[in-house]
């Protein structure tokens, strides 16, 4: 079965700083999703990644699956106290998804 | 337009009882999939439903059961309820975007709580 690995399990962050989230799959990814989730409640959609090299942004995050397609890394610029949360990957097999236990991000005022 | 609705928000039960889950998908949405979510784990998949049948189950029992009604909209139940079942209850459901490729939205969760 495939597993997802997402690193660092924990980020604390000064507000304005660069960081960056990875993600990796046991096995070929075929599309994988990024979600955030506040504590304790729904996830978030933020993107879609499906072909190799593919990359996308939405407003200061941006996601890249490599050439492989057996991992992702997510990343921020210039962040703020809303960035934080947990960020979790999630690889679609056959329309459901499988997720990586998450990235929890503080962000230091 | 309303995303994806759950209800209720939260919920207590105590062991042995039985509960009810409800879902709503996005307009046009006409597939939905559950997801459990314990406390610091990442969502695992219950069920998907598709033209009210069940199209695929994940690695739960079948004390977990589910609904799909006409209207696209779900019900989780699950019966004979164990401490484990503690968690966050996730429903998604699903779109097929403009690239062509499908794209699960997901509703705000019920937090359900076992005594």
């Known amino acids: 079965s495939q597993e997802l690995e997402q690193s660092p399990q924990s980020l604390i962050v000064q507000e304005g700083k660069n960081l960056t989230i990875n993600c990796t799959s046991s096995?070929?990814?075929?599309?994988l999703y990024w979600y955030k989730q506040k504590y304790g409640e729904g996830l978030i959609f933020l993107m879609m990644l499906q072909k190799g090299g593919e990359e996308k942004s939405h407003e200061k995050i941006t996601a890249k699956l490599d050439e492989k397609k057996q991992q992702s890394s997510l990343h921020i610029t210039a962040s703020q106290p809303s960035h934080a949360g947990i960020y979790l990957c999630?690889?679609?097999?056959?329309?459901?998804?499988?997720f990586g236990k998450g990235t929890r991000l503080h962000i230091l005022p | 337009d309303a995303g994806v609705t759950q209800s209720p928000t939260h919920l207590i039960k105590t062991r042995g009882q039985q509960v009810t889950l409800r879902c709503s998908p996005k307009s046009g949405h006409d597939t939905v999939s559950w997801y459990q979510q314990a406390l610091g784990q990442g969502p695992q998949f219950i069920f998907q439903y598709y033209e009210e049948e069940e199209r695929q189950r994940g690695n739960f029992p079948d004390r977990f059961s589910g609904h799909q009604f006409p209207n696209y909209s779900s019900e989780l139940n699950v019966n004979a309820l164990l401490l484990g079942d503690s968690a966050l209850y996730l429903c998604a459901s699903r779109y097929l975007g403009l690239a062509g490729r499908y794209e699960q939205y997901f509703g705000p969760g019920t937090r359900l709580t076992v005594t």
């Open positions: 999630g690889a679609d097999i056959e329309d459901k998804i499988i």
């Open positions: 096995k070929t990814l075929y599309g």
